[in-house]
């Protein structure tokens, strides 16, 4: 994996711009409230990018703060992965990023692979809102821990925060 690179929070946003998951892997002092906000506002670039006609689903770098460079991934059912890393002055090399969002697409594609979980509405219909579909239910526990487990193999501490 790239050194260096520590991960800041990932996101997990459905094709409605819902989100599905937002995992912040930071002090608690930090607030996660300023990652649900850069998760909200990547989505105007992810738009952009995505009309392009790429058939490419990594997006690349979508912008960068002071602190935090972050990195967006658009699955060919159109959810949305956007990965708040720790901006350094090391260089995250594109082929590393690429494969830490195929290791979260595929956590996520076994997540909603499993007959038992009800994965999120994505016909675009209204649903029933009296059984909102969270990852922060119990079922999705196995989906949190993969992610966990991407974030810390990629060089994170174990301490990570629920949304």
């Known amino acids: 994996m790239a050194p260096n690179l ?3 929070a990932v996101a997990f946003i459905s094709p409605q711009n819902h989100p599905i998951l937002i995992r912040t892997f930071t002090k608690q002092d930090e607030g996660a409230i300023k990652y649900h906000y850069i998760a909200h506002t990547s989505l105007d670039v992810i738009e952009e990018r995505a009309s392009s006609k790429s058939s490419e689903c990594y ?3 979508l912008y960068s703060t002071e602190d935090v460079a972050v990195y967006g991934y658009m699955t060919p059912l159109k959810v949305k992965i956007v990965l708040a890393a720790a901006l350094t002055d090391a260089v995250a ?6 494969m830490i969002f195929k290791a979260l697409h595929m956590a996520y ?3 909603i692979s499993n007959p038992f979980l009800v994965p999120p509405d994505t016909s675009g219909a209204v649903h ?3 059984r909102p579909v969270l990852a922060g239910s119990p079922k999705w526990k196995q989906f949190r821990r993969r992610v966990d487990e991407i974030a810390r193999i ?10």
């Open 154 to 163: 990629v060089g994170n501490p174990a301490t990570t925060t629920a949304p």
């Open 59 to 61: 997006l690349g770098l």
């Open 6 to 8: 520590r991960l800041n």
């Open 109 to 111: 594609y076994s997540a």
């Open 93 to 98: 090399r594109d082929v590393d990023l690429n």
């Open 128 to 130: 029933d809102s009296a």
